[in-house]
């Protein structure tokens, strides 16, 4: 009997992963495509096992009384938490599973087999989602059920295949399910890699279209005119440009939350400094940005005096007087966790600033009873069965136990200048090359 309690997942992949050095390339490449289909298949037992969760947690609280909207809360984020994902990943992972396990026999099938990943049953799943029962399970047979065919196609056209084939069956509903789309346009911002970050705008067809064509031809008029620049360093420029009103190498007023030492802000340090919301940022570039800021003229940027623990970076203090923040609890709170859901493997914008213990159970509202949450976490914490409690350490620690007894730690991460420093021994690398040449 499988128990991962006691060490059981780990063990299983050790087995799995213990092979012999391969005889040759030709071995290798077997080895590689047979563990893509094994890995397939245990995503269609993953999903299996999320179905046949929702399922039982459904039926309890059913029995217990709990009203028919409220019993499937907190279900995604357990899924999540036990494959290290986020809730919001967790609860799309459940839906799969419940699909496939009710709607979608022929792609559960070809997971099983192997030929098909959990991401393209994601994309059938997703492709069919405005179809009626009859019309889904119809183009499941068709497309997941011939393995040959389907091991043949890409994902861009498997999603071709079946948007044809849903659009020959229901026209209407394909229409209707564009026109839907259109109110779900929006403009998200996430973090890139070397301090970039990636600002999308999600528009319908005619107008996204219409958008990119009218930047490309600034960007070319202005390469013609002799701008040295790239044309996508232009179109990139003229987006910032025409969405604030400024040029694009104009100072940024700092109305962000960048944390850094003050050994890296006045004394050249290279200690990184951290964006609220984004992550680490390298030093130069903070100062950089800080400058750039200070020399747009008074109040482009304010500073707030942060007071650490020496020995364990345990946020202590602040300064009560900021002209650029509003003063409250809150602000504490968003500085310790970085402004990001506290909940493991989850990344998302803190948008509410949690009671760990709820007030209703008397919990006070204090920075150690604090935590910033997003909106899908902070719902999902309120589900029959979840708890939540602060628990000593060096930096504020909280102990999250699901309706299952599984018990998850999330830590304050250390704020900038109170992480070990890494040194690097010179000579002895210069010696290890050595040995190695």
Not at 172 to 194: K, Q
């Amino acid at each position: 009997m499988f128990d991962a309690s006691k060490g059981g997942s780990r063990t299983l992949v050790h087995e799995l992963t213990r092979l012999p050095e391969a005889a040759s390339d030709a071995e290798r490449i077997d080895r590689i495509r047979a563990m893509e289909e094994a890995k397939n298949a245990l995503c269609a037992a993953q999903a299996r096992e999320a179905a046949a969760l929702d399922a039982s947690v459904r039926a309890e609280r059913e029995q217990a009384g709990v009203r028919a909207d409220k019993r499937g809360v907190g279900i995604g984020a357990q899924v999540g938490l036990a494959r290290r994902e986020s809730p919001h990943r967790g609860a799309i992972l459940l839906g799969l599973g419940k699909i496939l396990a009710t709607e979608m026999p022929w792609t559960r099938r070809a997971m099983e087999a192997g030929v098909l990943s959990e991401y393209r049953a994601t994309l059938l799943v997703r492709e069919t989602a405005q179809l009626t029962l009859e019309d889904r399970q119809t183009i499941d047979r068709e497309v997941a059920g011939d393995l040959t065919r389907l091991e043949q196609l890409g994902d861009r056209e498997l999603v071709a295949e079946v948007q044809r084939r849903a659009y020959q069956l229901d026209a209407d509903s394909v229409l209707r399910r564009a026109r839907r789309a259109e109110s779900d346009r929006t403009v998200t911002i996430r973090p890139a890699p070397d301090a970039m970050v990636y600002l999308t705008s999600l528009l319908p067809m005619a107008a996204g279209v219409s958008a990119y064509a009218a930047l490309t031809k600034q960007a070319d008029s202005l390469r013609a005119a002799g701008d040295a620049r790239s044309r996508g360093q232009a179109m990139a420029d003229t987006v910032v440009e025409r969405l604030t009103g400024r040029a694009s190498t104009a100072p940024v007023p700092v109305s962000v939350g960048l944390v850094m030492t003050d050994r890296t802000l006045l004394a050249g340090d290279d200690e990184p400094a951290e964006l609220l919301g984004h992550g680490v940022v390298p030093a130069g570039w903070a100062r950089d940005l800080v400058t750039s800021a200070a020399g747009a003229g008074a109040g482009a940027a304010w500073f707030r005096r942060l007071y650490t623990a020496p020995t364990t970076g345990r946020l202590l203090a602040l300064d009560a007087l900021s002209r650029t923040f509003p003063q409250g609890l809150s602000r504490w709170i968003a500085l310790r966790d970085r402004a990001t859901c506290r909940t493991p493997w989850c990344s998302a914008p803190a948008r509410h600033a949690d009671h760990v213990v709820r007030a209703a159970d008397g919990g006070p509202t204090s920075a150690a009873n604090g935590q910033g949450l997003c909106v899908a976490c902070n719902l999902a914490k309120e589900g029959l069965g979840w708890t939540a409690r602060p628990r000593p350490g060096p930096r504020h620690t909280v102990e999250i136990v699901t309706p299952t007894g599984h018990t998850y730690r999330s830590t304050a991460p250390p704020m900038p200048g109170t992480r070990p420093r890494i040194r690097v021994d010179r000579a002895f690398s210069e010696v290890e090359l050595e040995l190695a040449a």
